[in-house]
C-alpha cells in the first residue's frame, strides 16, 4: 500500500505548472532582437533608394534613383544590381520578388506617357500583356509560380484588377465599381486587393479565387484594402473604423473570417505584408503626424524605431514604413529623415535571438522543480 497522502491529481497539477513555467522561461531565454542594416540606400552609394519587397533567400526587390527618374533594382545581399528598363523603358520600380528571384513592377516609358507591367527573370524583363492605348499598368504582387497581380488602368482614374500567367493577361472583374486593384497573391493562385462598390461611394477589401469575387468587409467604416495574402490564406490590410476619423490595421483570420482590428502604436496604422509563420508589418501614425514602421508579432505591437542605430537616430533618421517581411522574418521598408524631409532611404532589420540573464534563472528553477516532482513520484511504495 502507499505509505504517503500525495494525490495523484495533485502531482499532475504541479507537474503541469512546473512544465509551463518550462515552456515560458524557454521562449522567454530566446527574445529576438533586430540588427539593422541600411543597404546602402541612407548614407551609401544607393542613396534615396527604396526597398519594397524581400524573398526567403534575402534578396530585395526596389529601385534606385537617378535624377528624376526611378531605377530597378535588386539586392543580392547589401550589393544592388539593376534591372532591365524594357521596351522603350526609361526607368522603372521592382515591387515584390519571389523565391525563384523573379520580380515584377513596371517600367518607365517617360514623360508620363505610359508605365508598363513587366517581369524580371534575374535582371531579364519581359513585358507583360496589357491593353492598347493604356496608360498605365503595374505588376504588385508574384508568387512562386511566377503569377503576377496588379491592375490595368486606361486613364489614370479607373483600374481594373488583372492577373498574369506567363505574360498573358486575365481580368479578375470587380464588386461592381469601375475600379478595382489586385496588391498579393499566394502560392495557391489566391488574390487580394480593393474594388470599389457600385456607385464609386466605396472601396472594399477583395479576394479572388479564381473568378469568384468576396467582399472581405471592413472593421464599421466604409473603406478598407487588403495589401498582402499568406499561403495559409491570412489576409492583411486596412479599415476605417466607425465614423471613418480612423483607420487600423486589418487581419482576416483565413479566406471567410471577419476583419480583426490589429489596433496601432497611437493613431492610425496599415498593414503592408505578412508571413507564413503569421507575422505582419507595416506603419502606425501619431497624432503629431509622424509615421513608425511597425511589426505585429506574439509579443503584441513593436515600433521598429527601437531597433534604428543611435547615430542614424541623432542625425534625423526614423523608419517610416515597413513593406515586407520574409519567413524567416527579415523586415525591408523606407526611412525618412526628419531634419531633411528630402533625404530618403530603405532599411532591412534581421532578427537575431538573445538570452535573457532573468529567464535563463527561471529556466533552471522550473527545471529544479520539475526534476523535485519527478523524485516526489517515487515516493515510499508497498
Known sequence: MKTNNYKPSNHRLAQAIALGFFAFAVNQAQAVTYTFSDLGTITGPYAGAGANGINNLGQVAGYGVSGNIYIPFVWNGDTATQLDKGPGGVGGVANNINDLGQSTGYNDLGNDTAYNAIRWDGAVGTQLDTVPGTFLTFGNGINNHGQIVGFVSPNAINASAARWDDIAKTDLGNLGGLTSVANSINDAGQA??????????????????????????????????????????????????????????????????????????????????????????????????????????????????????????????????????????????????????????????????????GAVWLFGSALAGFVGLSRRKQVVRA
Do not use: C, M, R
Open 192 to 357: 487580394v486587393g480593393y474594388s470599389t462598390l457600385t456607385g464609386e461611394e466605396a472601396k472594399h477589401a477583395t479576394l479572388w479565387i479564381g473568378n469568384a469575387l468576396t467582399d472581405l468587409g471592413t472593421l464599421g467604416g466604409t473603406n478598407s484594402e487588403a495589401l498582402s495574402i499568406n499561403n495559409a490564406g491570412q489576409i492583411v490590410g486596412n479599415s476605417e473604423l466607425t465614423g471613418d476619423g480612423i483607420k487600423h490595421a486589418v487581419l482576416w483570420d483565413g479566406l471567410t473570417s471577419a476583419p480583426s482590428d490589429l489596433g496601432s502604436l497611437d493613431l492610425n496604422s496599415f498593414a503592408q505584408a505578412n508571413n507564413n509563420t503569421g507575422q505582419i508589418v507595416g506603419a502606425s501614425t501619431f497624432a503629431d503626424g509622424n509615421q513608425h514602421a511597425t511589426l505585429w508579432d506574439s509579443s503584441g505591437l513593436i515600433d521598429l524605431n527601437n531597433y534604428l542605430t543611435s547615430d542614424l537616430t541623432a542625425a534625423g533618421w526614423y523608419l517610416y514604413q515597413a513593406n515586407d517581411i520574409n519567413d524567416n522574418g527579415v523586415i525591408v521598408g523606407w526611412a525618412v529623415n526628419a531634419l531633411d524631409p528630402a533625404l530618403f532611404g530603405s532599411f532591412k532589420l534581421t532578427p537575431t535571438t538573445v538570452p535573457v540573464p
